[in-house]
């Protein structure tokens, strides 16, 4: 690939990384305003434990322990 056509692709996967977190972000808020509060109210500690785990430790494990947590399988079935 030329030189100018990668960083043409690469600004191109820039913005629409950029644009999919911003949808995510503002669905997420609507679905908050929707429930009418933060998930942090909805979601027992043990569940809010293993969510601060995966964000302090980012690893398999984590993320496993979390999608594999019922409160939060169920909250998250109300966002999808």
Do not use: I, W
Not at 2 to 28: D, F, G, I
Not at 64 to 74: G, H, I, N, S, T
């Amino acid at each position: 690939m030329a030189p100018s056509k990668e960083k043409n692709y690469s600004r191109a996967m820039n913005c629409h990384r950029t644009l999919a977190e911003a949808l995510e972000r503002m669905l997420l808020r609507m679905f908050e305003a929707q429930k009418g509060g933060l998930f942090q109210q909805d979601l027992p500690e043990e569940s809010m434990s293993k969510l601060t785990s995966l964000l302090t430790n980012r690893n398999k494990e984590s993320f496993d322990e979390v999608l594999d947590d019922a409160a939060f399988q169920k909250y998250m079935a109300y966002y999808v």
